[in-house]
Structure formats: structure tokens, C-alpha cells
């Protein structure tokens, strides 16, 4: 069982940054995957950036440059920084948290709002 708690969610201007952080507890496996899906009403949700507990980085094309996906392992927290945002940025974000066990399920944050408008 891990609980995931998301923060820094809020309102921005276009070309504004905000940073999101996500804390994990509970049965946490040291081998796992962390990140950030988005989804906009009547949208589905979307992958917006992934980091294994190795390092390696995924990335929605329509991120890439702008956002920064970082993690703190022995704080069992991601992060997602966001810089030059755009009004299409707009939607709740939910942390994402999957272990190395293939038969688990993935599990989910409550998600926080991030809205980007002038």
C-alpha cells in the first residue's frame, strides 16, 4: 500500500512557473517508477513525464524543454518543475507511482490543479 501526496499545484500566467512535488509512503519498493500524468475535462489522461528510480527520464513531447521531472529517493519524492507555461498546460496532475512487481497496479495522488491563464 503507498499513499501519494501532491503539492504546488495553483494558478500561473502564461510564460510562469510552478513546481510540483509529490510525496510517497508507505510499502515503498526502492525499484520503481514516479511521474506526472495531466487531464483536462473531456480530455483523457496523459503522460506528462516519468523517472525510474534509476534515472531514466519520459517526457510528453509537448513538455519537453519547459518541464523538469527530478526525484529525491531518500525522501521518496518527485518533483516536476514547470517553466514556460501555456494556457494548453491548464488541468489537474496526478502523481503516478508503479513498483517493479509486473501483477501491481500502478497507484495514483488526488490530483491538484494547475490552471495557466492572463
Known amino acids: 500500500q503507498v499513499q501519494l501526496v501532491e503539492s504546488g499545484g495553483g494558478f500561473a500566467q502564461p510564460g510562469g512557473s510552478l513546481r510540483l512535488s509529490c510525496v510517497a509512503s508507505?510499502?515503498?519498493?526502492?525499484?520503481?517508477?514516479m511521474g506526472w500524468y495531466r487531464q483536462a475535462p473531456g480530455k483523457q489522461r496523459e503522460l506528462v513525464a516519468l523517472?525510474?528510480?534509476?534515472?531514466?527520464?519520459n517526457y510528453a513531447d509537448s513538455v519537453k524543454g519547459r518541464f523538469t521531472i527530478s526525484r529525491d529517493n531518500a525522501k521518496n519524492t518527485v518533483y516536476l518543475q514547470m517553466n514556460s507555461l501555456k494556457p494548453e498546460d491548464t488541468a489537474v496532475y496526478y502523481c503516478?507511482?508503479?513498483?517493479?512487481?509486473?501483477?501491481?497496479?500502478?497507484?495514483w495522488g488526488q490530483g491538484t490543479q494547475v490552471t495557466v491563464s492572463s
Open positions: 503516478y507511482h508503479k513498483d517493479f512487481r509486473t501483477d501491481q497496479y500502478p497507484y
Open positions: 508507505g510499502s515503498i519498493f526502492t525499484i520503481n517508477t
Open positions: 523517472m525510474t528510480s534509476g534515472g531514466t527520464t
